[in-house]
């Protein structure tokens, strides 16, 4: 297992379309979490799983945004309806307890057009 | 909105002089992280801190914790090219699901 993988790097899309992201954590994190990050920001938090279960989700997080974990294992984080200011990158992270580090992904960098 | 504050947003610093950059809560943390971010690259973590005046050191880089758990600091000694990024801080908060939330990076540039 080389690390948090996720697919696609890139995503360019255009205004009003759904996209749909996938996170392959590393295998035994049962933490999974989604950040999203802006030139100049950090990343900053969407949601988190242990699990299969979603445990929080950031208040400032749109109904359009909606994230699975299915078995436990791999993540998917679907954005509705894209606008122009959902253009970031969209990182994932991993990690195998609580209060440990996170392992981040390569992140998909999503380009609403 | 983030609950940790980072200072300074830039810092620009010539090869070997030393670089601080500083974290700030306005309530106590837990424990608190340190990740680096090259440019174009993923948060890679460096370190954690758990105890109250707590400081560890990696090579040249020192990391503290405050006494009241309320602030930290990196501090890196004679800076090299290679230490070129984004560093931030991410706060674990006490009485939640620890969830890593970041401040705003400093991002340090050196140049030779």
């Known amino acids: 297992d080389t690390g948090v993988s996720q697919d696609p790097r890139h995503k360019i899309t255009k205004r009003g379309q759904n996209v749909t992201f996938r996170c392959d954590p590393i295998s035994e994190h049962n933490r999974l979490y989604w950040y999203r990050q802006t030139l100049g920001q950090g990343p900053e938090f969407l949601t988190y799983?242990?699990?299969?279960?979603?445990?929080?989700k950031s208040r400032l997080l749109s109904d359009r945004f909606s994230a699975e974990r299915p078995k436990g294992s791999f993540s998917t984080l679907e954005i509705q309806r894209t606008e122009q200011g959902d253009s970031a990158m969209y990182l994932c992270a991993s990690s195998p307890a609580r209060i440990t580090e996170a392992f981040f992904g390569q992140g998909t960098r999503l380009t609403v057009v | 909105g983030q609950q940790v504050m980072q200072i300074p947003q830039y810092q620009h610093v010539q090869e070997g002089e030393d670089f601080t950059t500083y974290c700030n809560s306005s309530t106590t943390l837990s424990n608190i992280q340190w990740y680096k971010q090259r440019p174009g690259g993923h948060p890679v973590f460096l370190i954690q801190l758990v105890k109250s005046g707590e400081v560890k050191k990696q090579k040249r880089l020192t990391f503290q914790f405050g006494e009241a758990k309320k602030n930290s600091s990196l501090h890196i000694t004679a800076t090299q090219t290679t230490d070129v990024g984004t560093y931030f801080c991410a706060a674990l908060l006490s009485g939640g699901s620890y969830i890593p939330t970041f401040g705003r990076g400093t991002s340090l540039i050196v140049h030779p």
């Open positions: 799983f242990q699990n299969e279960a979603q445990l929080e």
